[in-house]
């Protein structure tokens, strides 16, 4: 079932720390996983199965936190994998994800980082990015405006807008930050045709693999 991407702003609402989450049109969800695996920062990494899991159950084999495992599947025209364990700060390398014409979603909070770190989107068509900006639209941390293609960062940015943000009231109090990212959420959900199933991946089962040195 899909149910759009506005429930990423509850707390917490996939794991303790926050969620990342990488969603694809134009590959498998197997073939996405793969090209995940060819950006872990450091020695080379395999995407090693180990079964149907839910989120707990695929945290309860990472031997530490700083081991990182993926649980992927597929809603409608979208492929998409959530991250558990310590994946803050460790993809980015190896080739772009969206080469070859694929179209690349990328929607990541790290909600236990005390600095705090607001969560954050990226749009990528063909290695090009369309938009991207932090989701509590925090002028503290940059925000200017929407970054990326001038006319489809234009058209985000007026309809955020006229979704009434950013709001300037409240800045900084976390209920207010929540609404604004639940806000920011249902724009892009509206606007690029985003969905994931929230029962599947919050209490289900879905293939897991987990990312090690190969």
């Not at 506005?6 to 989450?21: D, N």
């Not at 990541?108 to 980082?113: D, H, I, K």
């Not at 009231?169 to 509206?190: I, P, S």
């Amino acid at each position: 079932m899909a149910d759009g991407i506005t429930w990423l702003a509850e707390p917490r609402s996939i794991a303790f720390g926050g969620y990342s989450v990488v969603m694809a049109r134009g590959l498998t969800p197997e073939e996405l996983v793969g090209r995940l695996t060819q950006t872990v920062h450091g020695p080379e990494h395999t995407a090693v199965p180990v079964g149907d899991l839910t989120g707990a159950g695929l945290l309860a084999l990472l031997a530490d936190y700083e081991d990182i495992g993926l649980r992927y599947g597929r809603c409608g025209d979208w492929s998409y994998t959530v991250a558990y364990g310590g994946w803050m700060g460790e993809f980015g390398d190896g080739p772009p994800l969206s080469r070859g014409g694929v179209d690349i979603c990328h929607l990541e909070f790290e909600e236990e980082n005390g600095k705090p770190v607001p969560p954050q989107f990226a749009y990528t068509r063909d290695e090009v990015l369309l938009s991207a900006f932090n989701l509590h639209l925090d002028g503290s941390w940059g925000y200017a405006g929407v970054d990326g293609d001038p006319e489809t960062a234009s058209r985000v940015q007026t309809e955020l807008t006229a979704a009434g943000l950013p709001a300037d009231e409240g800045a900084g109090d976390d209920a207010d930050d929540r609404e604004v990212h639940r806000t920011a959420l249902g724009v892009l959900e509206r606007h690029f045709g985003l969905s994931l199933p929230r029962e599947e991946i919050v209490t289900g089962t879905l293939p897991a693999v987990l990312l090690e040195p190969a």
